[in-house]
């Protein structure tokens, strides 16, 4: 475990560095929980995600809505871009960069991650790499590739216009990386 919070210490230092949060609980429980405050501190009513292992795991809409978070888990287009924050579960978190690999082949998945102000990522902590050359080993290493791997460090940011930086342009505004160190399906199902 040592070296899974020497990982979590350097991604948690290298997202903050560009703007970023990063959280760590050891439960699925405690993440729930979390997800629920941060909701609450951030003002966010609604949320748009699409069902993964750890948020089924955690039954993670119907809590939402028992906290009273509209939660859509349908009609992508239409609601991303209206709600609160979008919801997704990342394959890898990449320690030396204080990137998230999202391996979507579902186009839902990059909807909730890139159209909403506030992107909330689920992470395994065990799925955590030391550096990019050992994350595109393992991308390689894959059965099969999908049709898309993306890699985000941070909220979206851009410097096009005037060379001034700009948050929030062409993705989310706030990016919010929340790690689990139980596995999905190790514990108690929360129901």
Not at 14 to 30: C, D, I, W
Not at 161 to 179: W, Y
Request: charged residues 20%; contains cysteine.
């Amino acid at each position: 475990m040592e070296d899974l919070n020497h990982l979590y210490e350097r991604f948690q230092t290298k997202l903050q560095a560009v703007s970023g949060e990063s959280h760590r609980v050891k439960t699925l429980k405690e993440a729930e929980e979390l997800i629920a405050q941060i909701m609450k501190e951030k003002g966010i009513e609604s949320v748009a995600m699409v069902n993964s292992p750890m948020a089924e795991a955690m039954n993670l809409p119907e809590k939402l809505s028992a906290h009273g978070v509209t939660v859509y888990m349908e009609r992508y287009p239409e609601v991303t871009p209206t709600v609160g924050a979008g919801i997704t579960e990342v394959k890898w978190a990449v320690a030396e960069l204080g990137t998230l690999i999202q391996y979507a082949e579902d186009v839902n998945e990059r909807l909730c991650s890139s159209f909403t102000p506030i992107h909330i990522a689920l992470v395994q902590t065990s799925t955590l790499l030391p550096n990019l050359m050992t994350a595109l080993a393992t991308v390689h290493n894959e059965p099969r590739i999908p049709g898309f791997v993306g890699f985000i460090t941070g909220p979206s940011r851009t410097s096009d216009i005037e060379r001034v930086l700009t948050i929030g342009v062409h993705g989310p505004e706030q990016l919010v990386a929340v790690f689990v160190d139980e596995q999905a399906g190790e514990g108690v199902v929360n129901g």
